[in-house]
């Protein structure tokens, strides 16, 4: 029973589309995240829900907007992709006032702009 | 200046060998501390936490804080082919996980 699982596990399109990865949790957790893994592994937040609540929104391009219809769930959708948005995507939860006792992190998403 | 600075290696060492994977950090503020394990392909999944300065042991691994030298390092004894990934130090801070850039090891049968 997969803790955080996210669809699609690949994705592969075109400069310009409009694509859209889900995510949902079973663990209970009230925060959800979205990181992005670049070429050289390197992870950075882009986003984070608390309870359906935007709480943090690093330095990302407007074309990226989350979404999160309730605690459980969060999305991303992405418009007009560019190339450079090719990465692997990961969401990850936890929860927010005992957080630092880790984060559980999906599979990623590994989007391939062509 | 980054958050969490960490050798990307790669690190390659024979099996059975001792390793050791390290982290500095800028703020001095951060006081958990988390060494993450993703195999290729994978999510990043939690491998050891510690909270403050210290040591902190699990199997053939120890995580150890210095936080006077805002340093954190993990130890693998007795390494198998199967460790072979990356290790990615994190710090929780402001309400976010913050990553080092990982570092890839290979260990060699």
């Known amino acids: 029973d997969t803790a955080v699982s996210q669809t699609p596990k690949y994705l592969v399109t075109q400069m310009g589309n409009d694509k859209s990865i889900k995510c949902e949790q079973n663990l209970g957790h009230d925060t959800m995240y979205w990181y992005k893994q670049d070429s050289k592994k390197f992870l950075k937040i882009m986003f984070s829900?608390?309870?359906?609540?935007?709480?943090i929104n690093e330095t990302v391009p407007n074309r990226f907007s989350p979404k999160s219809p309730d605690k459980a769930h969060l999305n991303l959708h992405i418009n007009s992709l560019e190339l450079g948005d090719s990465a692997v995507y990961f969401c990850?939860?936890?929860?927010?006032?005992?957080?630092?006792?880790?984060?559980?992190f999906g599979s990623g998403t590994r989007l391939t702009v062509v | 200046q980054k958050e969490v600075e960490q050798d990307p290696g790669p690190l390659s060492v024979p099996e059975g060998a001792i390793v050791s994977l390290n982290c500095t950090y800028s703020n001095s503020a951060f006081q958990y501390f988390m060494w993450y394990r993703q195999y290729s392909r994978k999510g990043p999944e939690l491998l050891m936490y510690t909270y403050s300065s210290g040591n902190k042991e699990d199997g053939r691994f120890t995580a150890q804080v210095d936080k006077s030298s805002k340093y954190i390092s993990l130890f693998i004894r007795d390494s198998q082919p199967s460790d072979s990934a990356t290790y990615l130090c994190a710090i929780v801070g402001a309400q976010k996980l913050v990553f080092g850039q990982g570092t890839r090891l290979t260990i060699n049968p």
């Open positions: 829900y608390n309870n359906k609540e935007l709480i």
């Open positions: 990850a939860s936890s929860q927010f006032r005992t957080g630092n006792s880790g984060y559980t």
